[in-house]
């Protein structure tokens, strides 16, 4: 055989790999890296191999490790993603495992299906802005919700996967602090976050610009605002998009400079303390009809103090609080306040929640978590200590191809992901990406309705800080309630929610998606028909 004719067939054989993964879909890797991409997979599937017997186990990974990184990944492809042979974790010698109790009889009959959940409806427990009367108050239909994720820090293809991922989910999208896309229009429920710079909102000083906001909220399908105090990532500092991902689209959407660092500043301008914050908050709300709340990480308690205060005394408040846990962020971030701002998010946000309930204020507040909590083991924990909705952001980046190569800061982003060029962005197909973004968001929604099934509630909200305990390696547990100094009742919605969604739950639960008392039976929230604005019938 001649050398041209041995050295033809294999290079055949790679021009129709390479001919293949640039046309495929499925994998952004791959069209960005053909060939070379397959590399990427061969070590993932020797990977436990390579752990086992050379380098770390299947739980040292961080920020997220491999069985959980595993999970989304089986999740969003609805491959098989349960684990054999038990479990790998160290039960027996780690400090802080979460231990969730089941609970041998309720009152609650389980499904006898295990895919059981998958199409079943989750909504919230309590409707959203009710307490306060604001005119477009609103039951979210779904517990999980996409968090802030702004177009810049991500591609406009994973926005606009994300968006499109919501929508089959029928859930909630926050927008981030950049502003209102184009990608966020692609059918899904919107928050819009105002953040310290007020992108979107402003006018050309860079101020608060109250008439753009109403006519920007109006435009679009948004049912909340939120406004961004701080976050989990970089505390105390503001957002921060590098010049790199400061393209002319984004500049014309955040009204800065192109190329240049888009910094936010640390603190607001609209309004300088508590007491005008909720003035600024209601005005807000009055003009937009819309339940308005803020997101903070949690840090000096004396800002909670002071807004209990106010609350307790004035018929000024917010509808909602996102707290952010000092483990979460999706973007760039200085090291210091990645590492070692903020507490994480069991503790601020039940020592936030505490506060608020040793004041009375709990049953009108809807509570959000957010920071990590897109595993269920966390989601359930979130939901015991008091959350009544979850917000979930680098889960859903890795449902959509994200593989954790932590280079979002750098706009070089091997999977087109958090990268604002447009040969790696490319790589990313919204619509194939946006089915992986709502399988993941319906598993965990199934495993965290599994889990509290298991523990005999009809609802995740129901399951109690005395559901858990945190096992102190072999030698004692602790419930989250003891753990955290919960007193009866902390943690869950008030009586009559608690009724609510139980008859809810019981109602979906009747037949299968489509028929009678199911959700999709149900005029959305907010909408004329069967439901009225506060979702109730």
């Known amino acids: 055989m001649k050398w041209s004719n041995a050295l033809g067939i294999p290079a055949a054989a790679l021009a129709a790999v390479a001919s293949y993964d640039l046309l495929q879909r499925r994998h952004a890797l791959l069209r960005n890296f053909p060939v070379l991409g397959h590399g990427r997979y061969l070590l993932e599937s020797l990977g436990p191999e390579l752990r086992q017997y050379i380098t770390t186990n299947n739980d040292e990974e961080r920020p997220f490790t491999r069985d959980q990184r595993r999970w989304v990944y089986a999740s969003s ?20 495992y979460t231990i969730i109790k089941h609970r041998t009889f309720s009152d609650i009959a389980p499904s006898a299906v295990p895919g059981g959940g998958d199409t079943l409806q989750l909504p919230s427990a309590k409707v959203l802005g009710s307490a306060r009367g604001r005119a477009k108050a609103f039951r979210p239909h779904s517990l999980v919700n996409i968090s802030a994720m702004s177009f810049g820090s991500l591609s406009s293809a994973a926005i606009t996967a994300l968006n499109r991922g919501a929508t089959a989910a029928d859930c909630l999208q926050n927008t981030g602090e950049g502003g209102l896309s184009r990608y966020h ?42 406004i961004k105090l701080s976050q989990g990532a970089k505390p105390g500092l503001g957002g921060l998009l590098p010049g790199a991902k400061v393209t002319a689209e984004i ?11 888009c910094v936010s ?8 303390d508590v007491d005008s914050m909720l003035d600024w908050v209601e005005l807000v709300a009055a003009e937009t009809g819309l ?13 909670w103090e002071s807004l209990i205060e106010e609350m307790t005394h004035s018929d000024r408040g917010v509808d909602f609080v996102t707290i952010d846990g000092g483990e979460g962020g999706t973007g760039a971030a200085p090291l210091v306040f990645s590492d070692a701002v903020s507490l994480p998010f069991r503790s601020g946000f039940a020592r936030v929640y505490s506060m608020f309930a040793e004041a009375g204020l709990t049953d009108g507040i809807t509570f959000i978590g957010s920071g990590k909590l897109g595993l269920p083991d966390n989601a359930v924990v979130a939901m015991a200590l008091g959350c009544d909705m979850i917000n979930v952001a680098r889960e859903p980046m890795l449902a959509i191809g994200c ?46 309705f599994k889990v509290a099934e298991a523990c005999g509630v009809a609802h995740p909200g129901l399951i109690t800080a ?69 979702g109730h019938r």
Not at 265 to 272: D, E, Q, Y
Not at 291 to 303: E, L, N, Q, T
């Open 77 to 96: 492809k609805k491959e098989t993603n349960t684990f054999g042979f038990g479990t790998d974790n160290d039960i027996e010698f780690t400090d802080g």
């Open 185 to 226: 229009r692609n059918g899904a429920d919107l928050v819009f976050q105002i953040g310290t710079a007020y992108f979107g909102c402003r006018d050309e000083d860079g101020r608060f610009d109250l008439d753009r906001l109403v006519s920007l909220v109006h435009s679009a399908p948004v049912r909340a605002i939120e």
């Open 251 to 261: 500049a014309e959407i955040r009204g800065v400079r192109e190329g240049s660092d």
């Open 265 to 272: 500043p640390s603190r607001h301008t609209a309004f300088h």
């Open 291 to 303: 339940p308005v709340g803020i997101k903070s990480a949690v840090g000096d308690s004396r800002f």
């Open 403 to 448: 593989i954790q190569a932590q280079k979002c800061h750098t706009d070089r982003c091997p999977t087109g992901v958090a990268t604002q060029s447009s040969w790696l962005e490319h790589g990313l197909d919204a619509q194939a990406k946006s089915v992986r973004a709502d399988n993941y968001i319906r598993s965990l929604r199934r495993d965290v």
């Open 466 to 534: 005395s559901d858990v305990e945190v096992a102190d390696g072999n030698r004692r547990a602790t419930t989250l309630a003891e753990l955290y100094g919960y007193r009866d009742g902390w943690g869950l919605p008030g009586l009559a929610d608690r009724d609510e969604i139980t008859r809810l739950m019981a109602e979906y639960a009747e037949g299968p998606v489509g028929e009678t008392g199911s959700p999709d039976a149900q005029t959305k929230p907010g909408t004329t028909g069967t439901t009225g604005a506060d």
